[in-house]
């Protein structure tokens, strides 16, 4: 799962960690303020996002989180991979 740790707001569940990857490297390509880029709240434009991948153990209820790593910033200031 992709999270943006900093609103708490999920951002989708994939079935990889590389498929994860290869959506983080997306939305790095895409503008600050665009979708999904841009923050929900009031003051997006001096926010940002910080996106994690959440690894979650899915075989029972509820799921168990097995890891949680910052992966990807983005704000108007640019991008920032967190974990290179």
């Known amino acids: 799962m992709i999270e943006d740790e900093l609103h708490a707001e999920p951002q989708g569940e994939y079935n990889t960690l590389a498929e994860a990857l290869a959506e983080l490297e997306r939305r790095a390509t895409l503008p600050w303020g665009q979708e999904p880029n841009q923050c929900p709240c009031t003051s997006w434009r001096t ?17 168990r989180q097995l890891g949680r790593t910052p992966y990807l910033e983005v704000s108007a200031e640019g991008v920032k991979w967190l974990n290179a």
């Open 47 to 63: 926010c940002r996002r910080r996106y994690e991948i959440i690894e979650y153990d899915d075989s029972s209820r509820p799921w």
